[in-house]
């Protein structure tokens, strides 16, 4: 399943963030073409995958990130509109990849009649009683042919994969500790030689 046109690492980034992305879009938000998506956390592991991959599927996108410094970057995985923490406007699909505090701002984002997917905990029934609006939590579940389709958009160039850093498996702890909090934007790999 590794894309032939990037090496380990890269492809160690790949599976469980691309293809959380790869189901939250498709299977759970049954995205259209056309079709608006907000990201909470575009810049993060999954949340810059569910950017690209919108992008791709033909979506116009939007993106709330925490810290202006990673707009370009953003702008750059093709997210249309980047906001830094708060969003504006109305959106067919938010895809919440931060949860915590932001999943009931994230309601607010979602048009009548939208979704929206979070991967963080099933959300609270009261923040969608009042609209009509169907929200999800879901759990990634192994899919061979999805990650042949994840590869075959890496190696034809429409996907990109994000590492941030990487550490040795003798420093996992360090990296557990720094949960990418130094490296940027994108995953952290272990390297297991």
């Given at each position: 399943i590794k894309p032939s046109s990037v090496d380990h690492v890269l492809a160690a980034a790949l599976p469980l963030a691309a293809l959380t992305a790869w189901q939250a879009l498709l299977d759970h938000a049954k995205l259209v073409a056309g079709q608006s998506v907000l990201v909470t956390g575009g810049a993060g592991g999954v949340g810059a995958y569910v950017v690209q991959l919108a992008r791709h599927f033909g979506a116009r996108v939007g993106a709330t990130i925490s810290t202006g410094d990673q707009t370009e970057y953003v702008r750059g995985l093709g997210a249309d509109q980047v906001f830094v923490l708060?969003?504006?406007?109305?959106?067919?699909?938010?895809?919440?990849?931060?949860?915590?505090?932001a999943l009931p701002s994230a309601y607010s984002y979602v048009r009548h009649g939208?979704?929206?997917?979070?991967l963080?905990?099933?959300?609270?029934?009261?923040?969608?009683?009042?609209?009509?609006?169907?929200?999800?939590f879901f759990v990634v579940r192994p899919n061979r042919g999805q990650l042949d389709q994840i590869a075959r958009l890496v190696d034809t160039g429409a996907l990109k994969p994000l590492v941030s850093e990487t550490f040795e498996l003798a420093d996992t702890?360090?990296?557990?500790?720094?949960?990418?909090?130094?490296?940027?934007?994108?995953?952290?790999?272990?390297?297991?030689?």
């Amino acid at each position: 399943i590794k894309p032939s046109s990037v090496d380990h690492v890269l492809a160690a980034a790949l599976p469980l963030a691309a293809l959380t992305a790869w189901q939250a879009l498709l299977d759970h938000a049954k995205l259209v073409a056309g079709q608006s998506v907000l990201v909470t956390g575009g810049a993060g592991g999954v949340g810059a995958y569910v950017v690209q991959l919108a992008r791709h599927f033909g979506a116009r996108v939007g993106a709330t990130i925490s810290t202006g410094d990673q707009t370009e970057y953003v702008r750059g995985l093709g997210a249309d509109q980047v906001f830094v923490l708060i969003a504006a406007g109305a959106y067919d699909i938010v895809i919440d990849t931060v949860g915590g505090a932001a999943l009931p701002s994230a309601y607010s984002y979602v048009r009548h009649g939208g979704r929206l997917i979070t991967l963080s905990a099933p959300p609270s029934p009261e923040l969608s009683l009042a609209r009509d609006i169907r929200d999800e939590f879901f759990v990634v579940r192994p899919n061979r042919g999805q990650l042949d389709q994840i590869a075959r958009l890496v190696d034809t160039g429409a996907l990109k994969p994000l590492v941030s850093e990487t550490f040795e498996l003798a420093d996992t702890p360090a990296a557990y500790a720094d949960r990418g909090r130094h490296g940027g934007p994108g995953k952290t790999v272990i390297i297991v030689q």
